[in-house]
């Protein structure tokens, strides 16, 4: 029996503006009553909506995709090898030691797909002279990050005032601690931060934090046996079941103190999900939360925000030589530290499959599939000339780095930012609210979100 159900929202969607989305009679069972709500199934939003469960909390995770994970993808290739393209390995924290034990999937140290460093003008296909890079020493970087041991944190930990030296353009900051040697190196790491030298210190110390370079640099990163990532978020699927709404977004909603009523669109039809409380991990840009009904406190501050494009993918058939990774140096005497300015394909690594490669592409602002995907091929063709590559997957990771102006870090953005977790029961995690690594994400969440929230 199909009841209407006394809910404004649905009944206005339907009264005040007669979409054709909306059905006057949504039934019973398409009402989903649940403790916490959280919008994003990604690292993030995965890992919370397990542990909310651990906590007898009843929650449902609402997925834009159709699989969990976000930015974790693996893709089975032709030889069944399974191929990341996405998150690959994690700092070794007791967090990341649980969550996977969680799911009995045994984790190793993290040592990277190949075994050769190619460092290449990929204008032209040539490998720079030998001598053109400074070999990299991560001793006086670390010294330096060393002394902002909140960057791994959330932005509650930022001093008032903030450092000055965190809001300096990077290549300032590279500067004036003689960072030269390293510099080359943390643009291949600080992807996603548009040109390196320009973003605000903050932000590259963020992505290339103590923890960070310890695992990527001194092995001490961890990964599944198997290295499929994705098989963890699989398997928190099964666990989660009805529990989550995939290729699902929210259509409308309504939040206050007395709690969250959410219209979702989902492939089985609408459903309406009333919550004590809604968790958002998908990046807050005012475009991707507007369906929430952002009021004007809200809107202010998270249309400050700017990000960045980042995209990747993985290519056969490239004859490109095995176990190589490729890095596009610039050793034109104009490029800062041999680094090219972008958008451009900044690195290509081998992988398990020697017939896979990954291709990481990034710039400052959004570029179009079309164009990602076409420079990507010319510049494969030109380091293996008469080849004909193909790709076999292809993602968009943006908007990366999702942040603001040092100006705005200076005037206390962070502190604006942070009032409102739990304003009208909305909460938040995710990379924008504490670092761009699943370890840290997941850290915070567990110690510092979820005790707040519950
Ligand atoms: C290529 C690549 C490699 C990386 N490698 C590593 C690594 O090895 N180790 C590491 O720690 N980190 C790595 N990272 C960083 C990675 O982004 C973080 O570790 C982590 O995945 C971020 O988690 P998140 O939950 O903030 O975002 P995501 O994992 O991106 O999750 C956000 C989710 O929200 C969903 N979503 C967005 N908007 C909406 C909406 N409106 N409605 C519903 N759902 C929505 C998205 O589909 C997505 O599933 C990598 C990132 C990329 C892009
Ligand atoms: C969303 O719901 C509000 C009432 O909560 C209503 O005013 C608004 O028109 C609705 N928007 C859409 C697109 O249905
Ligand atoms: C109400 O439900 C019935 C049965 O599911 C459906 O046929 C009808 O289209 C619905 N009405 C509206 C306005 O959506
Ligand atoms: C969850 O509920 C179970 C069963 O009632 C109980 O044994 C367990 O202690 C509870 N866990 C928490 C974290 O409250
Ligand atoms: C990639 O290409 C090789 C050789 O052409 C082929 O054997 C393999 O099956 C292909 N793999 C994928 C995933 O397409
Ligand atoms: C991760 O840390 C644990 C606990 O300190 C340690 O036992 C384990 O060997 C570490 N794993 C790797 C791969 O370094
Ligand atoms: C550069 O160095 C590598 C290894 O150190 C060597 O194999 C290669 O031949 C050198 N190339 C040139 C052009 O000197
Ligand atoms: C740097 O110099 C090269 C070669 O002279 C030129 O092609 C390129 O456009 C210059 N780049 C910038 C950013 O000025
Ligand atoms: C692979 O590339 C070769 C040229 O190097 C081309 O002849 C062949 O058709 C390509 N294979 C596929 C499956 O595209
Ligand atoms: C995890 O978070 C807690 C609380 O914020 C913090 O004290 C701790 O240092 C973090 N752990 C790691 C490994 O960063």
Not at 35 to 45: K, M, Q, R
Not at 91 to 99: G, I, K, L, T
Not at 162 to 180: A, I, R, S
Not at 236 to 262: C, I, K, M, P, Q
Request: glycine fraction near 8%; include cysteine; charge should be negative.
């Amino acid at each position: 029996m199909k009841a209407r159900i006394g809910l404004g929202i649905a009944a206005c969607a339907v009264h005040c503006l007669g979409h054709p989305l909306g059905p006057s009679n949504i039934s019973g069972e398409d009402v989903i009553l649940r403790d916490v709500a959280i919008i994003g199934g990604g690292s993030s939003g995965t890992h919370a909506a397990i542990r909310l469960k651990d906590h007898n909390q009843t929650v449902v995770v609402i997925e834009r995709d159709g699989e969990l994970g976000g930015h974790v993808r693996t893709y089975t290739a032709n030889s069944g090898i399974r191929v990341n393209y996405g998150v690959s390995n994690f700092q070794n924290y007791s967090v990341v030691r649980e969550f996977f034990s969680r799911f009995d999937i045994p984790l190793v140290q993290y040592v990277q797909p190949g075994d050769t460093d190619v460092y290449v003008d990929f204008s032209t296909g040539q490998p720079v002279p030998n001598g053109t890079l400074p070999v990299p020493d991560f001793t006086a970087y670390l010294t330096e990050v060393a002394k902002y041991p909140y960057l791994g944190q959330s932005w509650e930990l930022l001093p008032d005032p903030v450092p000055e030296d965190l809001l300096l353009p990077f290549g300032e900051f590279v500067e004036k601690y003689n960072l030269q040697d390293v510099a080359f190196t943390i643009a291949q790491f600080a992807i996603g931060n548009g040109n390196v030298f320009e973003q605000t210190t903050i932000y590259v110390l963020k992505a290339v934090d103590y923890d960070y370079v310890q695992g990527i640099v001194y092995g001490q990163g961890v990964a599944p046996e198997t290295y499929d990532t994705q098989s963890l978020f699989n398997k928190a699927l099964v666990e989660l079941g009805s529990d989550v709404l995939l290729s699902s977004t929210v259509y409308n909603a309504s939040r206050s103190t007395a709690g969250v009523e959410l219209v979702v669109k989902t492939p089985t039809g609408r459903k309406v999900v009333k919550a004590k409380k809604l968790l958002v991990t998908a990046p807050p840009l005012v475009g991707n939360l507007q369906p929430l009904g952002l009021d004007k406190k809200e809107t202010d501050i998270f249309s400050k925000f700017q990000s960045h494009g980042f995209y990747t993918g993985l290519l056969n058939n490239t004859s490109l030589t095995p176990g190589a990774r490729y890095y596009s140096a610039d050793p034109n005497a104009n490029a800062t530290y041999d680094v090219p300015n972008l958008p451009d394909l900044q690195f290509i690594w081998a992988t398990k499959d020697p017939d896979v490669y990954w291709a990481w592409y990034s710039s400052p602002t959004d570029v179009p599939e079309e164009k990602v995907k076409s420079d990507i091929i010319t510049r494969f063709k030109d380091l293996a000339p008469g080849s004909n590559p193909e790709f076999i997957a292809y993602a968009n990771d943006s908007p990366s780095t999702v942040g603001v102006s040092a100006d705005e870090i200076r005037d206390g953005f962070y502190n604006d930012l942070l009032s409102l977790q739990g304003y009208k029961n909305t909460w938040y995690t995710g990379s924008t609210w504490v670092s761009d690594h699943s370890a840290e994400l997941w850290n915070y969440t567990e110690y510092e979100l979820l005790p707040k929230l519950m």
